[in-house]
């Protein structure tokens, strides 16, 4: 009797671990489910800032470089500079050809008084010829003025400065590199903008709204950086249809029965990140958005 009783709570022991198992397999299933298919998580994230190319306004050799790899420089700082020697010559001819279209205006402008005190001598023809030449010389003294401006701006933009604060990089410009207009010289990372961008698949939208909060953990770097939902893409490039706008659309005629989701980017705006942590745009990041109520805590990775 005592052998029957023990076996058969045997059996009760082993069908009950054995349903337990189960139970706890199905709910593992179940959470990686929702983890990886209904709630918003991606691990296709991205550091990004935006990059400033740093590009001359003017041609000429680079006579000095101010700035090396990775330097911080602030907004207005002088990043390099251009031999201004052809542009001061160029300042100091337009300089010239003012001051001589003002004399000249200033001459004409004598002459054309004095015609017209003398109008009882002097024909109407001359004194109309007279102002015709003021009028000219007027028009002349600003265009002279004008290229003298624009010499100066020439002269001034030799000095090329940071149009913002942030980090230069991919900085190997040396002295006597010749540059030529609206070439880029070298980058500038604009370090305010430091962001990250999320590329969530379209199934899990519905459950992202700017403002939500965000945990954002970078490969290989222990700590959790804080964010909030700052916006969700507009629109992304449709790869299954192309040609000019002003024309019928071409449409891919290939159509598969598996379709992959697409990805939308989402932006994530910085709010807090832990000391000892860099942040250095392409790094890869795994990125969760949190619903309203959810409580936050460490990536379970």
């Given amino acids: 009797m005592d052998k029957a009783l023990k076996s058969w709570i045997m059996k009760i ?3 009950l671990c054995t349903l337990l198992a189960i139970a706890l397999l199905l709910f593992a299933v179940r959470a990686l489910w929702i983890r990886y298919q209904v709630e918003p998580v991606t691990r296709d994230g991205k550091v990004l800032a935006d990059i400033v ?5 003017v041609a000429g050799l680079v006579t000095e ?15 390099l500079v251009i031999d201004p020697s052809r542009y001061t010559l160029a300042l100091q001819q337009a300089q010239a050809t003012l001051g001589s279209e003002r004399a000249a205006l200033a001459e004409a402008i004598r002459e054309d008084q004095r015609n017209r005190m003398m109008s009882n001598v002097v024909a109407s023809e001359v004194i109309e010829q007279g102002q015709t030449k003021v009028a000219q010389l007027r028009m002349a003294v600003q265009q002279a003025t004008a290229a003298r401006d624009l010499a100066q701006l020439n002269l001034d933009r030799t000095q090329v400065r940071a149009p913002v604060s942030g980090e230069v990089a991919n900085v190997t410009l040396q002295p006597g590199t010749y540059l030529t207009v609206g070439k880029p010289a070298l980058a500038l990372v604009d370090m305010p903008s430091l962001r990250v961008e999320g590329y969530f698949e379209e199934t899990k939208l519905q459950r992202i709204h700017p403002g939500d909060r965000a945990s954002v953990h970078l490969m290989g770097v222990p700590g959790d950086i804080r964010g909030h939902v700052e916006s969700i893409a507009s629109a992304i490039e ?14 891919n ?49």
């Fill in 253 to 301: 005629p290939a159509f598969t029965w598996v379709r992959l989701a697409q990805r939308i980017p989402v932006r994530i705006a910085i709010d807090d990140v832990p000391k000892g942590i860099r942040l250095v745009p392409g790094q890869t990041a795994t990125v969760v958005v949190h619903s309203p109520g959810q409580p936050r805590g460490l990536l379970p990775w």
């Fill in 53 to 57: 190319p740093i590009a001359p306004d």
């Fill in 65 to 79: 470089v101010h700035v090396h790899d990775n330097q911080t420089v602030r907004q207005g700082q002088v990043l």
């Fill in 13 to 15: 022991v082993r069908l």
């Fill in 238 to 251: 449709d790869r299954e249809r192309s040609g000019d706008a002003s024309k019928p659309a071409d449409v």
